[in-house]
């Protein structure tokens, strides 16, 4: 059955809503959120790198931390002046002969001899998404991990996230991987309602994938992830996907565990997705808010071919005493759900409002 895909307009604190021209069966429009993740590189990072393929930067609305969140822009602790260390990203186009796209860089300043911030590599494990200034747990310079943002108006290609760590040449700055998955979404229409009745609600899809395998292995490395979701009656705002917020902690357990692993050659594998053969929202859904937490598969890898192995009685959703490794972040998102009709546009939409994560879920996984 082919997709009739929706249009869905971000919504941004202190922004006016975006609405793209309408259309019979307007395009989807993906979009990046507010997330927690955990320096573990070893190395102290000078910043962060968050590289959207396929994307202009006149296709970021908004970046935490930046003007338009309503946040202070500033650099350092203080929440009057600050929501994070490295203070307003520099938002920058790229492009290598086909492929184009925008960085987001969120970096620390060297005036010749030293940093003025830098996030420490350690272990972390938050509340909410509480890595920034007003997320109530204490952040400081030796918190090792940092809140970052983006909102877009169109789906990247590919989504990179990178530590940016100083090499041998001082004030000279890499960039380390990080194994935090993205989430990418889709909207699916319900059929037409008949004359005189409200349409029906959509179909809400998002999937995240684990890491590829490095070179040489058959398996790329494992992660657990857990999901929560829930939905409102009434809209939710950018501001309460950070801080632990209340909305946040309503959200239940949809995933207690489920580990994803990608294997060479095998597209299905290494995916979780929500929604795929679900139901729609519910009728009077106004907004859904979804949740991700990812930890580190820390159990046995097959030494040949990388796979994660298991000893009865434990498996891919039910892990050993050992098998969960250290926090690696969280991804948290919403979607607010309203009538394009309203907007001028006679087809069923959707406004969506991120920061990162996901809803009823079906696994597609890698067995051989």
């Known amino acids: 059955?082919?997709?009739?895909?929706?249009?869905?307009?971000?919504?941004?604190?202190?922004?006016?809503?975006?609405?793209?021209?309408?259309?019979?069966?307007?395009?989807?429009?993906?979009?990046?959120?507010?997330?927690?993740?955990?320096?573990?590189?070893?190395?102290?990072?000078?910043?962060?790198?968050?590289?959207?393929?396929?994307?202009?930067?006149?296709?970021?609305?908004?970046?935490?931390?930046?003007?338009?969140?309503?946040?202070?822009?500033?650099?350092?602790?203080?929440?009057?002046?600050?929501?994070?260390?490295?203070?307003?990203?520099?938002?920058?186009?790229?492009?290598?002969?086909?492929?184009?796209?925008?960085?987001?860089?969120?970096?620390?300043?060297?005036?010749?001899?030293?940093?003025?911030?830098?996030?420490?590599?350690?272990?972390?494990?938050?509340?909410?998404?509480?890595?920034?200034?007003?997320?109530?747990?204490?952040?400081?310079?030796?918190?090792?991990?940092?809140?970052?943002?983006?909102?877009?108006?169109?789906?990247?290609?590919?989504?990179?996230?990178?530590?940016?760590?100083?090499?041998?040449?001082?004030?000279?700055?890499?960039?380390?991987?990080?194994?935090?998955?993205?989430?990418?979404?889709?909207?699916?229409?319900?059929?037409?309602?008949?004359?005189?009745?409200?349409?029906?609600?959509?179909?809400?899809?998002?999937?995240?994938?684990a890491p590829e395998p490095l070179a040489g292995l058959e398996f790329g490395d494992a992660l657990w992830v857990k999901v929560f979701t829930t939905e409102f009656e009434d809209p939710i705002d950018l501001e309460e996907l950070v801080g632990d917020n209340a909305r946040v902690r309503q959200a239940a357990t949809e995933i207690e565990w489920q580990l994803l692993q990608k294997e060479i050659g095998n597209p299905n594998s290494g995916l979780l997705e929500s929604g795929a053969g679900g139901a729609p929202v519910g009728a009077n859904a106004a907004s859904i808010l979804r949740r991700y937490e990812f930890f580190k598969y820390s159990g046995e890898y097959d030494p040949e071919t990388h796979e994660a192995l298991f000893t009865a009685p434990y498996g891919d959703t039910h892990p050993g005493p050992t098998d969960v490794g250290s926090y690696l972040g969280a991804q948290n998102a919403a979607a607010n759900l309203a009538p394009l009709a309203a907007a001028g546009i006679p087809e069923p939409g959707t406004l969506f409002l991120f920061a990162s994560a996901l809803a009823t879920l079906l696994v597609r996984r890698k067995r051989r």
């Not at 320096?39 to 000078?46: E, L």
């Not at 998404?129 to 109530?136: A, I, R, V």
Request: aromatic share 10%; hydrophobic share 35%; glycine share 14%.
């Open 1 to 209: 059955m082919m997709k009739s895909r929706f249009l869905a307009v971000l919504l941004a604190a202190a922004l006016p809503v975006l609405v793209a021209p309408a259309t019979a069966h307007a395009s989807v429009i993906g979009f990046l959120g507010n997330f927690d993740v955990i320096n573990d590189t070893g190395k102290t990072a000078h910043g962060f790198e968050i590289d959207l393929e396929g994307l202009h930067s006149s296709d970021i609305s908004d970046v935490f931390g930046g003007p338009g969140r309503g946040f202070p822009t500033g650099r350092g602790f203080d929440p009057s002046n600050s929501v994070e260390r490295y203070g307003a990203p520099v938002i920058a186009e790229y492009s290598a002969g086909s492929i184009f796209g925008t960085k987001i860089t969120y970096q620390g300043v060297f005036d010749g001899s030293s940093w003025d911030f830098g996030t420490p590599s350690g272990s972390f494990v938050t509340p909410g998404d509480n890595c920034w200034s007003g997320g109530g747990v204490g952040y400081g310079p030796n918190t090792p991990c940092d809140h970052f943002g983006v909102g877009t108006i169109g789906n990247p290609t590919k989504t990179t996230y990178s530590w940016l760590l100083e090499t041998a040449t001082p004030g000279v700055l890499s960039n380390g991987l990080v194994n935090l998955p993205a989430p990418t979404w889709d909207v699916i229409p319900a059929p037409p309602a008949p004359a005189g009745n409200p349409p029906a609600p959509p179909q809400v899809l998002a999937h995240v994938e």
